[in-house]
């Protein structure tokens, strides 16, 4: 078994499209969320989402795009884009650069990519629109791999030459979090030398908006605090989107590269609810046997633990299913500290899991801990854990993020600092 390190890290985020923006929007707690120019009109219910600064992508036609010159993708390429395989491959691009990896150490048959997505609501839409009032074969005959769930895979495989293992996950709000699980697996079993993981949504009515017909949406018209996590008032999640991927390599890689890794991975778990397809169990029992799970791998104690960054989204029943899971693994007197970075980013769906722990990586190398935005009556059920509301200048030696999504799915992802 080899130990993993994440290497390197990219990010497009509504808090920032690097790790030094992120930074700081994360010690400054900057929110990333504002009014929607899509969700404006008397359609939508939900007007505040998570914005992506720098990039504009509402055009049907990805050649009308506009995003950093340095990302420039070639007309035949970005043909089979949605807008979250855009963000997704400026994020992988970056993560490359940041872990100073060349084309060989990218593209060989020990590098694999895994990724998660729930494909494109609005590629879908346009595309079958299309197809129902022009016929079938003036489609754009990139339509299907455009759109579909596996696009990042499709897309970002062909582009950077992967090699290796390559799978797109699909489990909901827990997607990324598989993807980096199974990618960890890989990696420490002596299977691939190096993996990629990266996660994806888009960010626009489409994508975000549906889930107001499930009373999932905060109808808040006030950006600045519409996402609060743990708060008594919360009432619904505010939605968002981007891209994040991290680098996972092998010690002897690591070493033999000189790389200076941002953390080490040691660990993660999964379970399921077994109880029903949107809700959480209201006693966070397949969150509760994820942590269990990710401790035993890990082969650490719940004492060990200092940070959590919950999953938290900002919904009356899941935070409160998760506060249950955490106090039943972490029992008085441990006070172990917590906060929700989905007060600042909104909630990624499925990006969300591998986001939060590229914010966990940036807090361990850099000795912070973010705190949770917004909270103005703190949740009584949060008992004896350590909510924090500010961040901190803190040095965490471990850390666990949580990520659950429909059907009852949940991830638990520790990180240990890396002392050198």
Known sequence: MHKVYITGIGFVTSIGNDCASVEHSLRALTPGIGLHPEMQDDPSPAKVAGIIKDFDVS????????????????RDVIRSFSPHVLYAYCSMKQAIDD????????????????????????????HLEKMDQRGVMACNPLAIVASVAGTLSFNLVAIFG???????MV????????????????????????MLVVGGEDCNFESIVPFAGMRALSLDRNPATA???FDKTRNGFVGSGGATCLVLESEEETV?????PYCEMIG??????GYNVAISHPEGRGLRDAITHALK????????????????????IGDASELQALKAVFPAPQRVKLSSTKALTGHGLSLSSIMEAGFCSLALQKGFLPGSANVKEPDPEIGHLDLITESEDTQAEVALSNSSGFGGANVSILLRRFAG
């Open 256 to 260: 033999r590269r000189g790389a200076t």
């Open 171 to 194: 489990s909901a709000c827990a997607s990324s979090g598989h993807a980096l699980g199974f990618a960890f697996d890989e990696v420490r079993r002596g299977r691939q030398k190096r």
């Open 59 to 74: 055009s049907v036609d990805p050649e009308d795009w506009e995003y950093p010159e340095r990302y420039q993708v070639r």
């Open 297 to 316: 791998d890990a082969s650490i104690t719940a004492q060990e633990v200092d940070y959590v960054n919950a999953h938290a989204p900002s919904t009356p």
């Open 162 to 168: 992967i090699r290796g293992f390559s799978a797109g």
């Open 268 to 273: 993660w778990g999964q379970a399921s609810d």
């Open 227 to 229: 996402s609060r996590p």
């Open 99 to 126: 872990a100073n990896l060349g084309e060989e150490d990218v593209s060989n048959p020990d590098c694999g990519l895994y990724t998660a997505s729930g494909g494109s609501m609005r590629s879908v839409h346009k």
